[in-house]
């Protein structure tokens, strides 16, 4: 029979430090598991990152979430996309990502990419004529286009057309109760020549989604649908406000969620291509977002606002009543997305809902990103950030203005 061994002990050194590394590891995935409860959750396309994680210093952003949630504005939600990824999502009132809202004026940078997925295939473009493609629609319109021979889509889609319309304050025919918005549209009247004034009037888009609609042959929504809502893997989206031709809008009624409008910006951003896929060509993001030769305002392109929130450094976008924003910041790779019921006194270029949103932009975002040295991720700042986005998450801010029917979120 052998002789038994000599069994060996680890020395109290050596056990100190297999504890300490054993803490270690547990402290690390305790950190681990406190980022990714405050890094946004996945949505196709879009990645989720802390932060810190892309170079964005989230105190400023916990700072902006405060101001917001205690003077209780009513800023539905808030998305930041850097670098691809998704960083900041705050929703309040209990809303979530799954709700979609009235983008108002946002629409008519939608009808703009629609126009250059059809302008690409060849069906379409801005030197276009558009009395020979509502004719090619609706014939009976001929008297009524008959002083709106010379104008050009691209003039429309520029604010340049000419065309004067007599908005009635509260009861507007054109937006929800003409039985047949196109005749209302064309009630306007020639006031000066097309590319000579520059004047924001809702008949133009009415009149570019008809002949969108002519030159695909299908509904404008459905164009939209087929080129960019699918591809860009929308959901719950929903275009209001059909007349009794069928026809929507070309300038508002479109409802989407933020995360899809930040996939809109994405878009943009990448100029027209999708995960690698070319959805609109490259030229024509260019050309919607740079002042149109058909202007006379030089910050506004096709259907696009161009340096109208941040004018330190290039940026352009979409902009709709009462708080609707897509920002495109090419030189920080970033895309900032807001919806809101915000004050809406003061005028195009100067209402309070701008100025509010250029504050948000300018005094908290931009700064996150241009912290230096860069900002590394720690558990006291992702639980900072969780914590402020789970306080703002159930309040309720109060509507800067009258609320409409189309203002409430729907799921």
Known sequence: MAAPTSLSYPSRASTRAVLAAAALVLHASFVGMALAEVVAQPEPGIEAAAPEAVGVDSAPLIRMSEWIRKDKLDVRSLLIVKDGKLIFERYSGDLTRDHNYELYSVTKT????????????????????????????????????????????????????????????????????????????????????????????????????????????????????????????????????????????????????????????????????????????????RQMSTPSPQATAQDYGYYCWISSVVQSEPQFGAMGFKGQFITVLPKRRAVIVMTAILPTDGGLRTGTYLNVYRRIVNDYILPAMMVIPRPTPTEMSQQALRHELELSAHVQGLPGTDLAFNDAPEK
Do not use: C
């Open 110 to 285: 939608i009808t703009a990419l629609t126009f250059g997925v059809l302008a690409g295939q060849g069906r379409i473009a801005i030197s276009d004529r558009v009395a020979p493609l509502i004719l090619k629609a609706r014939p009976e319109f001929e008297g009524a286009l008959s002083d709106k021979k010379e104008i050009e889509l691209g003039h429309l889609m520029s604010m340049s057309s000419g065309l004067h319309y007599k908005q009635v304050e509260g009861s507007d025919p054109l937006y929800y109760q003409a039985p047949d918005r196109l005749k209302v549209a064309l009630s306007t009247v020639a006031r000066t020549p097309p590319a000579t004034q520059f004047e924001y009037t809702d008949a133009n888009p009415v009149l570019v989604g008809v002949a969108i609609s002519a030159a695909a042959g299908q509904p404008e929504d459905r164009s939209a649908e087929e080129h960019l809502f699918k591809p860009l893997g929308m959901r719950n989206y929903r275009w209001t406000g059909a007349d009794q031709t069928g026809a929507v809008s070309g300038g508002w009624g479109l409802r989407l969620r933020p995360i899809d409008m930040a996939k809109i910006g994405m878009l943009m951003l990448d100029d027209g291509r999708w995960q690698g896929r070319q959805v609109i060509p490259a030229l024509w993001i």
